[in-house]
């Protein structure tokens, strides 16, 4: 069955950096586009950034374009989130999943437990 293990989160000062990880199996990982999301407490779970499995083609929000950066390694099945010039408002649980590429909607409705990322002023 899918399963996804993030990791990498933690607390940080505005301004500093996190690289999450994310480590998938259960389907063919190589095929298939992956994203990172995000929720903070009270909001939707919303999507920051997506990869297709080429790495040719990469989706950022707007709230995050120019900071982070999404990248994979098919031979490790794991997707990377960089994050850089870290604020407030990007303090959330980050969490991976397949991605449907016309959308960048979560393929799976499985989710792993995420990791807490937590950004002070």
């Known amino acids: 069955q899918v399963q996804l293990v993030e990791s990498g989160g933690g607390l940080v000062q505005a301004g500093g950096s996190l690289r999450l990880s994310c480590a998938a199996s259960?389907?063919?990982?190589?095929?298939?586009?992956m994203g990172w999301f995000r929720q903070a407490p009270g909001k939707e779970r919303e999507v920051v950034a997506g990869?297709?499995?080429?790495?040719?083609?990469?989706y950022y929000a707007d709230s995050v374009k120019g900071r982070f950066t999404i990248s994979r390694d098919n031979a490790k099945n794991t997707v990377y989130l960089q994050m850089n010039s870290l604020k407030p408002e990007d303090t959330a649980v980050y969490y991976c999943?397949?991605?449907?590429?016309?959308?960048?909607?979560?393929?799976?409705?499985?989710w792993g437990q995420g990791t807490q990322v937590t950004v002070s002023s």
């Open positions: 259960g389907f063919t990982f190589s095929t298939h586009a």
């Open positions: 990869i297709l499995w080429s790495s040719h083609t990469t």
């Open positions: 999943n397949a991605v449907l590429p016309s959308n960048w909607r979560p393929r799976y409705d499985y």
